[in-house]
Nanobody, 125 residues
Framework: EVQVVESGGGLVQPGGSLRLSCTIT????????IGWFRRFPGKDREGVSC????????WYSALVNDRFTISRGSAKNTFDLQMNSLKPEDTAEYFC??????????????????WGKGTQVTVSS
């Protein structure tokens, strides 16, 4: 069973930075994609960024491009989302998802097989 755990959320002032981490266990192959999504109250999840594990191709939402960076973590099957120049409108619950059996990651939530429980990011002065 694939399990996903997010960490690194918290409270930060506008203009500050946070680093989210996603740790995945239970994977049986290397062909998967990782996606970071966020959810605002009363809204569906929206894509923030994603990365394909094998080829390393990435995607970013236009709302976070040039501010957020997705990358592999230092340990196997861990992925980080570095968030810089945070804005109050980035306040949301952030989720990491895994889509197995793919070489290219997806920006759409419906393709993902497993999800973490989420981590809250609050940007406020």
């Amino acid at each position: 069973e694939v399990q996903v755990v997010e960490s690194g959320g918290g409270l930060v002032q506008p203009g500050g930075s946070l680093r989210l981490s996603c740790t995945i266990t239970g994977l049986t192959s290397d062909d998967y994609g990782i996606g970071w999504f966020r959810r605002f109250p009363g809204k569906d999840r929206e894509g923030v960024s994603c990365i394909g594990n094998i080829r390393g191709g990435t995607w970013y939402s236009a709302l976070v491009n040039d501010r957020f960076t997705i990358s592999r973590g230092s340990a196997k099957n861990t992925f980080d989302l570095q968030m810089n120049s945070l804005k109050p409108e980035d306040t949301a619950e952030y989720f990491c998802g895994v889509e197995t059996g793919v070489y290219v990651c997806s920006s759409f939530a419906y393709g993902y097989d497993s999800w973490g429980k989420g981590t809250q990011v609050t940007v406020s002065s």
